[in-house]
């Protein structure tokens, strides 16, 4: 299958760095939301981002041009019918997804791949909105999408193997690296280790054995980690970290994914990390 046109609903954070990641691949992309001041958001990241790129030598000032003429924003679903590759990246909601891929798999193509990209939710139980789910798949980007090189993609039960391939062609094409994770699992492989690991920082920072700084500078030094594990809390977002460790404990019943009741507590008062100015750390 010839891959011309993407889609990418949702214009956040990661959807529109996977638009920018799209566009500097080649694609035409569309990238919708439910308002076209989201939309309109999204695009301003997007240039934003690549403004950072000029700055650093990496592109011009008219492949810039180029890149964003690439992109449509709109806020109409019936835009992405003839999208060779939609891939979502709307709400971590289940409910939100399911309804999502419902519509989708009426109106777009039945040769289309319809790609999620939870970090966390069933790819099998959002297949299963549709009458097609051999052709819905998981693909997890990471945040911030034109800098991470990581794709995993995700098998649903029915996901077939030409699903696969063209997923796989896609994120190379984008030049991305990525891992095939032949069945679901809560939280993949990345989250499945990282999300734990940053729910034991907040345990000892709970307990107070350590301030957050000198947690995250002991696995800096320590363990040899690039940014500690608060501080990747605050720029995954609290909400989002809470959201995955209450998934896996949910979906294991094991006791080890608990998420520590201070992280639900910051949640609940809206200390999400950097994205609302406070979290671990307070941001200006």
Known sequence: MQINK???????????????????????????????????????????????????????EK???????RITPTTDLAQIYDADIIIEAVVENMAVKKQLFAELDNMCRQDAVLATNTSSLSITEIASATKHPER?????????????????????????????????????????????????????????????????????????????????????????????PLELADMIGLDTVYAVILSFYHEFRDTKYRPHPLLATMVRAGHLGKKSGRGFYVYS
Do not use: W
């Open 6 to 60: 993407v889609a990418v609903l949702g214009a956040g954070i990661m959807g529109a760095g996977i638009a920018q990641v799209a566009a500097q691949g080649g694609y035409s992309v569309v990238l919708r939301d439910l308002h076209f001041s989201l939309a309109q958001e999204g695009m301003k990241t997007i240039e934003k981002n690549l403004d950072r790129l000029i700055s650093k030598a990496v592109i011009d």
């Open 63 to 69: 492949e810039k041009e180029k890149i964003m003429h």
């Open 136 to 228: 819905v798949i998981g693909m997890h980007f990471f945040n911030p999408v034109p800098a991470m090189q990581l794709v995993e993609i995700v098998k649903g039960m029915e996901t077939d193997e030409k699903t696969v391939e063209i997923a796989s062609y896609f994120v190379s094409r984008i030049g991305k690296e990525k891992i095939v994770i032949s069945r679901e699992s809560p939280g993949f492989v990345v989250n499945r280790i990282l999300v734990p690991y940053i729910n034991e920082a907040i345990f000892i920072y709970a307990e107070g054995l350590a301030q957050a700084e000198e947690i995250d500078l002991a696995m800096k030094l320590g363990a040899g980690m690039p940014v500690g």
